[in-house]
């Protein structure tokens, strides 16, 4: 059976910590508009106006997307800081308005910067980046899987209570949920001890979420993209050693490191009728890189 060409055709798409035309949630939201979809971004530019790689011209970011669009589909935007406890239910409101719900999620965004090794740790370390990269995921995720099978929880779930579900799930009618995560188990990561533990904190919850959001029509996956450079490899722009970073790159099996692409490709896939059969999986994109 032929791929359609449009295989997002009439869905809605809300992308999280797409304000940069280097980074992975412009490659996901750009790549989501050529396959049909109608498209809606967060981006809180602030974070990266402290990062050495800055901020981005937003007015491109919005017109790298929409120019991608088909002639009907439609695109929505909203700055928004997810550090903010009731962010989650904001940004899914505002989502839901520009076509009256959303089909797919993909929680790209992140905390990045400002951490250290287990002996920088404080409080308000830990707190920022699991505010950010975690807190706001999961809430973000049950906003859209309220709006999305039009009800809510009155009463806690037991401890090994799994949802109830009356009839089989119609693989075809499936909202979809994708997380990113940074391979943290797969590696060391020095000096990201605050950003590697509210990582791996959506990498290792990924079972247990998936399986409460398939009672729901929704599907879960989480995506390790691997080092992709989305300007903190860049040597004008890096954070790390640079020699180190360039004698790295030599020894990969591809002798690169990935492109923002790289991942959106996968991300798209799973978003399609294709990817239905994916399920609860933490999948990792790396080009080779774990070799």
């Not at 699991?130 to 929880?153: C, I, K, M, P, Y």
């Not at 779930?157 to 799930?169: F, I, M």
């Not at 640079?242 to 002798?255: C, H, K, M, S």
Request: aromatic share 8%.
């Amino acid at each position: 059976m032929p791929f359609p060409s449009l295989p997002l055709l009439g869905k809605t798409a809300l992308v999280t910590g797409v304000s940069r035309r280097k980074g992975i949630g412009f490659a996901v939201a750009h790549h989501f508009a050529e396959l049909g979809a109608n498209v809606f971004i967060q981006h809180f530019s602030p974070h990266d106006d402290d990062q050495p790689w800055g901020s981005d011209d937003l007015g491109e970011v919005r017109a790298g997307i929409t120019s991608a669009q088909i002639a009907d589909a439609v695109f929505g935007e909203v700055s928004l800081d997810l550090a903010v406890p009731d962010s989650a239910s904001l940004l899914m409101e505002a989502a839901c308005g520009l076509t009256g719900g959303v089909d797919i999620l993909v929680c790209n965004h992140a905390r990045s910067g400002s951490d250290g090794s287990i002996f920088d740790m404080t409080p308000e370390l830990l707190d920022g980046h699991w505010q950010v990269n975690t807190r706001s995921t999961l809430l973000l995720t049950r906003a859209f899987a309220e709006q999305f099978s039009g009800h809510r929880d009155t009463a806690p779930t037991r401890p090994g209570e799994r949802p109830e579900q009356a009839d089989p799930v119609d693989e075809f009618a499936t909202g979809r949920v994708i997380w990113m995560t940074s391979g943290q188990l797969h590696g060391a990561m020095p000096g990201e001890v605050a950003y590697a533990a509210s990582k791996a904190a959506l990498a290792g919850v990924t079972p247990t979420v998936a399986s409460e959001l398939l009672a729901r029509r929704i599907i879960l996956n989480t995506i390790n993209p691997g080092p992709v450079n989305t300007g903190y490899l860049d040597p004008e722009t890096t954070d790390r050693p640079l020699e180190e970073i360039q004698e790295f790159v030599r020894n990969t099996p591809f002798g690169r490191f990935g492109f923002p692409t790289d991942p959106a490709r996968l991300i798209g896939w799973l978003a399609t009728d294709e990817g239905r059969w994916i399920v609860g999986q933490v999948l990792t994109t790396d080009g080779g890189f774990g070799l």
